[in-house]
């Protein structure tokens, strides 16, 4: 019914960027929180950003000031810019959003890889 798919990864050198795109789509009614989550090898799964309906934010404190979280909400798609980014960052990124079909649900993308060189 509901779909979240993540674009953007890849490899990128220390101090470079990449820009996470998660796009929403299926029978959606409303969306409110949405969020970008990693998981690097033998870790939990943590919270990286987090936005709001109206655009407030949440920031991890590990990278703050370096990432930016936006939404489209016209375009039910969330973004990450990942600036300055560092070897700790590299995990596989999740986007996740409370999205309202019958009900509100908590939604998952399939992951989305980010490796960082040294």
């Known amino acids: 019914q509901v779909q979240l798919v993540e674009s953007g990864g890849g490899l990128v050198q220390a101090g470079g960027s990449l820009r996470l795109s998660c796009a929403a789509s299926g029978s959606i009614f409303g969306i409110n929180d949405m969020g970008w989550y990693r998981q690097a090898p033998g870790n939990q799964r943590e919270l990286v950003a987090s936005?709001?309906?109206?655009?407030?934010?949440n920031y991890a404190d590990s990278v703050k000031g370096r990432f930016t979280i936006s939404r489209d909400n016209l375009k039910t798609t969330l973004y990450l810019q990942m600036n300055s980014l560092k070897p700790e960052d590299t995990a596989v990124y999740y986007c996740n959003a409370d999205v309202y079909v019958t009900r509100w649900d908590t939604y998952w993308g399939q992951g989305t890889q980010v490796t960082v060189s040294s």
């Open positions: 936005i709001t309906r109206s655009g407030s934010t």
